[in-house]
């Protein structure tokens, strides 16, 4: 069993910042990548993907989307088994449910894709 919890969401005016953390805790031997996607409201109704956000590989490989490039840092601290989402110079449009992911292996050496519940962001005009 994995969880990953966030942490870090809110309201904040355009041009503002915020960061996002997100843990993971359980069996885990070890995780590869862990990410942010992100949902903006009505698309999950509207049978919407979530998109994806910023990726960070276990050895610090980094994908951004091109939405966030510049904006956005993804970074990670393996001992905690924690990811930070630090997001600066925020727009209306990055108004979503943002969701922390995870590919974990566990201590029975399976590997699991894991999804926290989400933490909503609000940036206001």
């Known amino acids: 069993q994995v969880q990953l919890v966030e942490s870090g969401g809110g309201l904040v005016q355009a041009g503002g910042s915020l960061r996002l953390s997100c843990t993971a805790s359980?069996?885990?031997?070890?995780?590869?990548?862990m990410a942010w996607y992100r949902q903006a409201a009505g698309k999950a109704a509207a049978g919407k993907e979530r998109?994806?956000?910023?990726?960070?590989?276990?050895?610090?490989?980094?994908n951004y989307a091109d939405s966030v490039k510049g904006r956005f840092t993804i970074a990670r601290v393996n001992a905690k088994n924690t990811v930070f989402l630090q997001m600066t110079s925020l727009k209306p449009e990055d108004t979503a449910v943002y969701y922390c992911?995870?590919?974990?292996?566990?201590?029975?050496?399976?590997?699991?894709?894991?999804w926290g519940q989400g933490t909503l962001v609000t940036v206001s005009s």
């Open positions: 992911n995870a590919l974990v292996r566990t201590t029975t050496s399976r590997y699991l894709e894991v």
């Open positions: 359980g069996s885990i031997l070890s995780i590869n990548r």
């Open positions: 998109e994806f956000v910023a990726r960070i590989t276990s050895d610090g490989g980094l």
